[in-house]
């Protein structure tokens, strides 16, 4: 049985997403306030968080800053801020998914389920690639079976959606992907979300990578076409 944390200051709220999810066959434990909530996440395991954005004591972006250089496990941020820039804040510190209340209770469970199950397909996938376990590029190394990033001998930690992303450019070389492509190969086929959070991971990678990433020497932009990986 999949276990999911929320993290919701909102009883009501915070009891239907329990309901619906434990209807679903998950096992579900509430936080009310950020700081409980970042404590739980540090003393047990969870396969999903579900986490809103204005918390008493830690918000969502701080509790997201705590975690995203270790997490290994899918984040849906919630909140009724409808503003893009929470969103790109949001998916900037690592976030797989952002949702704006209102919404209903079973696009929640569809979300979840999806992201639960690209996670686990694409865990399997660099998972079992063994006949290759580093790539190495320049002063770029990347270790598969650790998941390791190491540039110039520096390590950098990368989230679980940006290794993936990077591994996936890394392994196909100066090959141009569109956003929509890596979507669709990163967060899968039927995930539910916006290709804008490519850009925004690619960001990430470059702000971790790249010693100007405002001119970048791996992850190249090409206008109008998408993103590669120079070699």
């Known amino acids: 049985m999949k276990k999911i944390l929320i993290i919701e200051d909102d009883e009501s709220i915070a009891k239907l997403q329990k309901d619906y999810l434990e209807l679903a066959d998950f096992e579900v434990t509430i936080c009310s306030d950020g700081v409980s909530g970042l404590n ?3 003393k047990n395991e969870y396969d999903l968080l579900i986490i809103d954005i204005m918390l008493p004591k830690l918000d969502g972006f701080d509790i997201l800053k705590a975690i995203s250089d270790h ?5 849906l941020l919630v909140s009724a801020k409808k503003e893009e820039i929470d969103k790109i804040k949001g998916l900037s510190l690592g976030a797989d998914d952002y949702i704006t209340k209102p919404f209903s209770p079973g696009e929640l469970v ?5 992201h639960l199950s690209n996670y686990e397909r694409l865990k399997n996938k660099f998972g079992n690639k063994q006949k290759v376990s580093k790539i190495i590029i320049g002063g770029l190394e990347i ?3 650790s998941r390791q990033v190491f540039v110039n001998g520096r390590e950098v930690n990368l989230a679980q959606k ?5 591994v ?3 392994e196909n070389p100066n090959i141009v992907f569109s956003r929509n492509h890596l979507f669709e190969k990163i967060w899968g086929l039927d995930a539910l979300g916006d290709i804008s959070t490519v850009t925004v991971h690619i960001g990430r990678i470059r ?3 790249e010693t100007s990433p405002s001119n970048p020497q791996y992850v190249e932009t ?3 076409a998408g993103y590669k990986l120079k070699v």
């Not at 997490?71 to 984040?75: H, N, T």
């Open 207 to 209: 702000d971790k990578i």
């Open 168 to 170: 996936y450019l890394a």
């Open 222 to 224: 090409v206008w109008g």
């Open 110 to 114: 569809a979300r979840v389920k999806s």
């Open 40 to 42: 739980e996440i540090k």
């Open 71 to 75: 997490k290994d496990m899918p984040v």
């Open 143 to 145: 270790d598969k079976q």
């Open 162 to 166: 940006e290794f993936e992303l990077l």
